[in-house]
C-alpha cells in the first residue's frame, strides 16, 4: 500500500496543542510529518463593526506572550489609516518601550526555554530541562539577573506603556503619554544594566555552548540545517530595526531578492492552505510554492532572530555589530560582496536571539539619552481613515495588521500576518529533517525522539497558541507516528 | 497580610475570559465596600499571562487567589467549579515541563522564583472554571460559565475574609 493512500482528516487531529504526526512510508522511513496546532476562530468578525482605534487594545489580548507586538503593529497601522504621521519624538518614545520589550522577551527565551537545552543539556530528563534547571546550574546569582532584567524592563513597559501586561498608550499618530526627566533618568540607567546583561549572557552562551565541542557539532549538524530565504526588517543603511523600516528579503545565497515596504505586503507574500492545517503557510510569491524544500525555487522563507542577522548588513549599535561578525565567522561563513554569507544552522538562531539582545539594549540607552523623548507626543487626526497597513519586528517573527474601514473608522476587514505563522513552513521542515534523523527502517529512536523534535521547533521560539492559556497552562506534546498502513506504531506525549 | 486576586485569561474570548470576568466583579464590590472591611491588603488584578510572568506579579504578596478557564482532561462539565491548589497544579503536571510556546508551568515558574530567594506566596488558591469554548473569539462566555461567574465571585470574597 503507498503511504498516498491514507487520507488526513484534520477534524480528528484538532484534540491537542502542538500535536506532530509522522507518516512512514513501506521502507519505514518518514515520508511526510504534521506539526498541528489548535485554530482560534472568528476573530476578523469579532473585529468587524467596532472602531479601529480599538484594535491596539484588542489585539494586544491575542496573545499572551507578545501583547506588546500586537499593540504596537496595531498602533502602526492607525497612523496609517488615519494617515497621520507621528513625529519623531513619538517614534522614539514607542521604539524605547519596544526596546524594553525585546530585553525581556528575549531573556526569557534564552533562559527559560532554548537554553535548557544547551545549559541543562539536551540529553537531561525533560523534568530538569527548564528555567529551575538552569538555575541549579548556573548559580541562583544569574537566576536572580534573569528576574531582574525582566522586571526593570516590566518597569519601563509600565511607565511608557500605561499597563504593566496589556499596554494601553498606543494611539493613531501618537503616544498617550510622554517621558518626564526623571524617568528619562531612571530609563538610562536601566538600559546600561541591560546592556552589561547581555554581554553577561553572550559570554555564557560563548562558556557554556562554544566551548562544548558535541555542542558546536550539534549547532553546525546538518539535521538541523535549511537553505530558505530570510526576511527582516531593516533601516536605511541595511541594518536591524524591530520597530519600524523597509522588509528586506535575501536568497538562501544572501543576495538581496526583494526589498518593500510593508504596506506592499500582499504584492510579495501569498498564503498556502494546505488541507491537514487550519494555519496557513505564507511564501513568497514571485518565487511560488514548490512544497515543503529547501532551495533558491522554494518560495519558504524564514522570520525569526536568524533570518533578521541574514537578511540585514548588520547592527545598528557597535557592541551588536562586533558580537554579529563574530557569529559569522565563528560559524564559517564567508564575506561575499561585502556581506556574510547566510548562515542555515537552525540552532544558531538562539545565539543570534542574543546578539539582537545585546542590540535591543545599546538602542534602548540610545533612545533613553535623546531629549527629544520628554517632548509632546501627542497627535491630532484630521484626515478621514480608509485602509491601513502597519508591521513591526515581533521577536519571533514579522508581524502585520491589515485594516480596512469606513469613512467613520469602523473595521470593515481586517487581515493579520502573525510572527509564527511566517515560520509555519520551515518549521514543518524542520520537525520533518528531526524524525527522519530518529526513524529510519521501520526503527524508531524513542528516546530522546520528543526532545529532539521539540529542539527542532522550539528555537523558532514558535507561539502557538496566541490566546488560550486555560490552566493547566502548557501544552501537551505529542507525537504519533504512523506505519504505511494507516496503523498507528507510536505514541510519545510528555504528558504521564 | 498581602493578598493578590488575579482573573487570568482572555477576556475576547468565549470562556477563557471567565476569571477576568471574576476580577472586574471582585474589584467592582471591593471599590464600592460591599464587602466589611477587613484589616488585609487587597489588591486586584487580571492579565493574559503564566508562567514566569505570573509568577513575578505574585512577588512580594503572602496570598494569591486566582481564577481561570480550565480544560479538565478526561470527562468534561462546563461551568463545573474546582479549588485548586497548587499540589492539586503539581500533580495535573507532573513532569514540570513545558513543550509550550514561550514560558514555563506556573508551578516551576513559582519553585524557581523561590530558589531565587523572593518573597512569594505560602498560599495559592486556583478558582478553575471547566470551559466549554476557548477557540472562538468573542466577549460573551457560554452560559454554563457565564452561570459560574457569581458562585466564585463569592467564594472567593468568603477567602477574602479569613
Known amino acids: ?496 | 497580610m498581602k493578598t493578590l486576586v488575579v482573573g487570568l485569561g482572555n477576556p475576547y474570548l468565549t470562556d477563557d475570559g471567565v476569571g477576568v470576568k471574576v476580577a472586574y466583579e471582585i474589584e467592582r464590590i471591593l471599590a464600592s465596600n460591599q464587602q466589611p472591611a477587613t484589616n488585609h491588603h487587597i489588591d486586584v488584578t487580571e492579565a493574559s499571562v503564566g508562567g514566569l510572568r505570573l509568577m513575578e506579579l505574585m512577588i512580594g504578596y503572602d496570598r494569591v487567589i486566582i481564577a481561570d478557564a480550565f480544560t479538565k482532561p478526561g470527562e468534561r462539565q462546563p461551568g463545573r467549579i474546582h479549588r485548586l491548589t497548587l499540589d492539586d497544579l503539581r500533580a495535573i503536571s507532573p513532569t514540570q515541563h513545558s513543550a509550550s510556546a514561550h514560558d514555563t508551568t506556573l508551578v516551576t515558574a513559582l519553585d524557581s522564583g523561590r530558589a531565587l530567594g523572593f518573597h512569594l506566596p505560602d498560599e495559592v488558591i486556583i478558582y478553575a472554571v471547566e470551559v466549554e469554548n476557548v477557540l472562538e473569539f468573542s466577549e460573551e462566555p457560554t452560559t454554563a460559565v457565564a452561570a459560574a461567574i457569581s458562585p466564585v465571585v463569592e467564594a472567593v470574597l468568603q477567602e477574602l475574609k479569613t
Open chain 1, 1 to 496: 500500500m503507498s503511504a498516498k493512500r491514507i487520507t488526513i482528516d484534520p477534524i480528528t487531529r484538532l484534540e491537542g496543542h502542538g500535536k506532530i504526526e509522522i507518516f512512514l512510508n513501506d521502507e519505514g522511513d518518514v515520508d511526510k510529518t504534521y506539526f498541528q496546532i489548535p485554530e482560534l476562530r472568528g476573530f476578523e468578525q469579532f473585529c468587524v463593526g467596532r472602531p479601529a482605534e480599538e484594535m491596539p487594545r484588542i489585539t494586544n489580548r491575542i496573545c499572551g506572550v507578545c501583547p506588546e507586538a500586537h499593540h504596537m503593529a496595531a498602533t502602526k497601522a492607525l497612523d496609517a489609516l488615519f494617515a497621520v504621521e507621528p513625529t519623531t519624538a513619538v517614534h522614539k518614545v514607542r521604539e524605547l518601550f519596544y526596546s524594553a520589550f525585546y530585553c525581556t522577551d528575549h531573556t526569557v527565551h534564552f533562559y527559560a526555554l532554548g537554553g535548557p537545552d544547551f545549559v541543562v543539556g539536551p540529553e537531561a530528563p525533560a523534568a530538569e530541562r527548564n528555567i529551575l534547571g538552569v538555575i541549579h546550574k548556573v548559580g541562583v546569582e544569574i537566576g536572580k539577573q534573569v528576574i531582574d532584567c525582566r522586571r526593570r524592563n516590566h518597569h519601563v513597559i509600565k511607565m511608557l506603556g500605561g499597563r504593566g501586561v496589556h499596554p494601553v498608550a498606543g494611539l493613531p499618530g501618537g503616544w498617550s503619554r510622554s517621558v518626564s526627566p526623571d524617568e528619562q533618568k531612571e530609563i538610562v540607567e536601566i538600559s546600561r544594566q541591560n546592556i552589561e546583561f547581555a554581554l553577561f549572557s553572550l559570554q555564557l552562551f560563548e562558556d557554556v555552548v562554544l566551548a562544548n565541542q558535541a555542542y558546536v557539532d550539534l549547532v553546525l549538524s546538518d539535521a538541523y540545517a535549511h537553505r530558505t530565504y530570510y526576511m527582516g526588517t531593516v533601516d536605511a543603511n541595511n541594518h536591524i530595526n524591530f520597530y519600524d523600516g523597509m522588509i528586506r528579503v535575501v536568497d538562501p545565497d544572501g543576495k538581496e531578492f526583494v526589498k518593500y515596504h510593508p504596506k506592499d505586503y500582499a504584492a510579495h507574500i501569498a498564503e498556502r492552505v494546505e488541507p491537514w492545517s487550519y494555519l496557513k503557510f505564507p511564501y513568497l510569491k514571485n518565487v511560488g510554492w514548490k512544497g515543503f524544500v529547501d532551495g533558491n525555487d522554494s518560495g519558504v522563507y524564514c522570520a525569526t532572530p536568524l533570518s533578521r542577522l541574514n537578511a540585514a548588513d548588520g547592527m545598528a549599535t557597535p557592541k551588536a555589530q562586533a558580537f554579529y561578525e563574530k557569529f559569522y565567522e565563528t560559524l564559517g561563513s564567508k564575506k561575499v560582496n561585502g556581506r556574510y554569507q547566510p548562515v542555515h544552522f537552525r540552532l544558531a538562531t538562539h545565539w543570534a536571539r542574543l546578539v539582537e539582545l545585546l542590540y535591543a539594549a545599546e538602542r534602548m540607552l540610545e533612545l533613553a539619552e535623546d531629549p527629544e523623548i520628554t517632548e509632546n507626543v501627542r497627535a491630532i487626526v484630521k484626515n478621514k481613515p480608509t485602509e491601513g497597513i502597519g508591521s513591526v519586528e515581533a521577536p519571533r517573527g514579522t508581524l502585520t495588521h491589515h485594516y480596512v474601514t469606513d469613512e467613520k473608522g469602523i473595521l470593515t476587514k481586517v487581515n493579520l500576518i502573525v510572527g509564527t505563522t511566517n515560520n509555519n513552513a520551515p518549521i514543518t521542515m524542520s520537525v520533518k529533517k528531526a524524525a527522519a534523523n530518529l526513524i529510519q527502517k521501520g526503527t524508531i529512536v524513542t528516546d530522546g525522539l520528543l526532545n529532539k523534535i521539540e529542539m527542532a521547533f522550539r528555537n523558532y521560539d514558535p507561539c502557538m497558541s496566541c490566546a488560550t492559556h486555560s490552566l493547566p497552562g502548557q501544552m501537551p506534546l505529542e507525537v504519533v507516528v504512523w506505519d504505511a498502513e494507516g496503523e498507528e506504531v507510536e505514541r510519545l506525549s510528555q504528558f504521564v
